[in-house]
């Protein structure tokens, strides 16, 4: 059986950024405008004034202080409230395949791989700009990567279900190399009048390469040890999105075809479930959270992680072994640990064991457990 290791990755990181301030003035701006047009049904006790966002509640609630986004000048206007991005013609290259080009190339050359050496492309994320024809025969066609491509939807655990797919291609000996591209656009589908989780998402997009051992040219990759994977039907996350909605005559502008969630029942319902998944992976593997040198986990809510790596570990953990990045990039969906990874690697030594873990909607969670190589 051929070993798969993860040779390269890459990052792009849109050059807007939010922060939690400018946010909250945005929602309250139109909180007020709101409260205003409704003055008399408020009055009257017909309808709840809606209260004000603030800088502490979103980070007390999550951790977050600010998010990277493709467009802030829409998302922070009181009468658009969502990202103004122009529709591109069919002849022009598509939103995510620019940003999964970017990150493509970037992982590609820490791994001194060329495109054409690629036998799988995937493009794995939780939202797709459209149907078809495949984001990932787009970028197939932008970069020159040999083989085929093809496009996945796991919601937040996209890119942990697609190395899995990849290492299991690798050890059939199908392919020799993979790519995954993550491009999360994931500020087009968040409710920004939404109190509850309007500060949630950002945009990112990360890539991986992933190869087999004897092809390996860098020394210092991660070798993949194991993967393993679980879903669990809930409607606790929820997007009503979809190509039948025209045809059911449902509102496509209703707040259900944006980002839903029961924000407790989601804590309550996949900490565990995550939880039990990495442990009982690690016992697959005769390891124990002892053995864990770091856990990049998915980057969604800084309370869950905490909770989780608690678990995992058996004590409280240091940002050194669960890095958080979701401070600074919000919850990017399926590229959050993926991030995480990819900025919080290079200085672990050689044999060192760690974890890839994302979970979200569906539910729906994937562990990667990987050993660092020599150099």
């Given amino acids: 059986m051929n070993h798969a290791v993860i040779t390269g990755t890459g990052l792009y990181t849109p050059e807007h950024a939010i922060d939690n301030d400018a946010l909250v003035a945005a929602f309250n701006a139109w909180v007020d405008r709101e409260n205003t047009r409704h003055a008399d049904a408020i009055a009257r006790g017909d309808r709840q004034p809606l209260?004000?966002?603030?800088?502490?509640?979103?980070?007390?609630?999550?951790?977050?202080?600010s998010r990277y986004v493709l467009d802030a000048e829409g998302i922070l206007d009181p009468d658009r409230m969502r990202p103004r991005l122009p529709q591109r013609r069919n002849d022009e290259a598509s939103i995510q395949c620019d940003m999964g080009a970017t990150a493509a190339r970037a992982a590609l050359h820490r791994a001194r791989v060329e495109p054409a050496e690629i036998d799988m492309l995937i493009v794995a994320c939780s939202n797709l700009e459209r149907p078809y024809p495949a984001v990932a025969v787009e970028l197939q066609a932008t970069l020159g990567t040999g083989g085929y491509a093809f496009d996945m939807n796991v919601a937040c655990s996209s890119a942990t279900f697609a190395i899995e797919t990849a290492n299991?291609?690798?050890?059939?000996?199908?392919?020799?190399?993979?790519?995954?591209?993550?491009?999360?656009?994931?500020?087009?589908?968040?409710?920004?009048?939404?109190?509850?989780?309007?500060?949630?998402?950002?945009?990112?997009?990360?890539?991986?390469?992933?190869?087999?051992?004897?092809?390996?040219?860098?020394?210092?990759?991660?070798?993949?040890?194991?993967?393993?994977?679980?879903?669990?039907?809930?409607?606790?996350?929820?997007?009503n999105a979809g190509f039948l909605n025209r045809a059911t005559d449902s509102d496509p502008l209703a707040s259900d075809k944006l980002f839903v969630q029961e924000g407790r029942r989601v804590f309550k319902e996949?900490?565990?479930?995550?939880?039990?998944?990495?442990?009982?992976?690690?016992?697959?593997?005769?390891?124990?959270?002892?053995?864990?040198?770091?856990?990049?986990?998915?980057?969604?809510?800084r309370h869950m992680n905490d909770l989780i790596a608690r678990r995992v570990l058996g004590f409280e953990p240091t940002e050194t072994q669960a890095p958080v990045i979701l401070d600074r990039y919000a919850n990017t969906s399926s590229a959050g640990s993926i991030i995480a990874f990819h900025l919080h690697r290079d200085d672990l030594p050689s044999g060192a064991l760690g974890v890839i873990c994302s979970f979200g909607a569906g539910y729906s969670a994937g562990s990667v457990i990987v050993r660092r190589m020599s150099e």
């Fill in 51 to 65: 209260a004000y966002s603030s800088s502490e509640f979103i980070l007390k609630a999550s951790g977050i202080r």
């Fill in 168 to 239: 299991n291609a690798i050890a059939s000996g199908s392919v020799r190399r993979a790519l995954i591209v993550s491009p999360e656009i994931c500020s087009a589908h968040l409710n920004f009048r939404d109190r509850d989780s309007h500060f949630i998402f950002g945009d990112a997009c990360t890539a991986i390469v992933i190869e087999a051992q004897d092809q390996a040219r860098v020394e210092d990759g991660f070798e993949i040890l194991g993967t393993r994977l679980a879903t669990r039907f809930s409607n606790a996350i929820r997007n």
């Fill in 270 to 301: 996949v900490c565990p479930l995550v939880a039990q998944l990495i442990l009982e992976h690690l016992a697959s593997l005769q390891l124990t959270g002892d053995d864990l040198a770091r856990l990049w986990l998915h980057q969604a809510n």
